[in-house]
């Protein structure tokens, strides 16, 4: 299986469907991360900026995956033109040839997050993309779940991917990024997101689990 995840922010890989990109690797599938925000960035200077990107490449060695650098900006996809994320999203599909795409769920509070969604299923529709057969949605703690109380769309997830095995290695690999760990209970602690693991793991009958909506699936 070739397998694409799309995430805005470096981080973002992690703290949605780490566990279930351990899971892929572990099963020999070829697995590309696309961090898709690494232009102007607005929130960070640009030494803690340049950290957070080592810190993914750090990352994405740890969890067995081809990384993938885009150059759009930080926290202002508001300001770049549809089309010239799509074309961002589809050069990765091309060039990964995925069969499966991840990338946030469209509810999401987080702008990046929503846009980078919508860009994802406008270069996954089937004609424009033929090969990729299955669009898996997650949520991003300390983000997806602020988005229903604003009135976007609530995270509903259809699927659970059983990360038992591979949730401390997931946890291990967030906390790489050390400028974005905060304590407990911040939904982007360790504490919280083993918490997390557990949560939707009892929702789906196993020890840990992350959750996705389907938005396709063709076999």
């Known amino acids: 299986m070739r397998v694409l995840v799309v995430a805005a922010h470096p981080d973002d890989e992690v703290l949605g469907p780490g566990g279930t990109i351990l899971r892929h690797v572990k099963a020999g599938d070829e697995v590309c991360v696309l961090i898709a925000c690494t232009g102007t960035n607005l929130r960070y200077d640009t030494d803690a900026a340049t950290t957070l990107l080592d810190a993914a490449r750090e990352v994405g ?50 702008r990046d997050h929503r846009i980078l969604s919508e860009a994802t299923m406008v270069a996954t529709r089937p004609y424009a993309a033929p090969e990729v057969r299955t669009i898996r949605c997650f949520e991003t703690p300390s983000s997806t ?29 967030f906390v790489r990024y050390r400028s974005e760990v905060r304590p407990a209970p911040h939904p982007r602690s360790p504490e919280a997101l083993a918490d997390r693991g557990r949560h939707w793991g009892s929702v789906a009958g196993l020890g840990a689990a992350e959750p996705f909506v389907v938005a396709r699936d063709r076999w």
């Open 145 to 173: 779940e602020w988005g229903t109380p604003a009135g976007l769309p609530p995270f509903v997830p259809t699927l659970f991917v059983d990360v038992a095995d591979t949730l401390d290695a997931k946890i291990d690999a």
């Open 61 to 110: 060695e740890l969890l067995g995956v081809r990384l993938a650098l885009g150059d759009l900006p930080d926290q202002g996809l508001d300001t770049v033109s549809l089309p010239a994320i799509v074309d961002v999203v589809s050069r990765e599909i091309g060039a990964s040839a995925a069969e499966m795409v991840y990338v946030h769920h469209w509810g999401d509070i987080n």
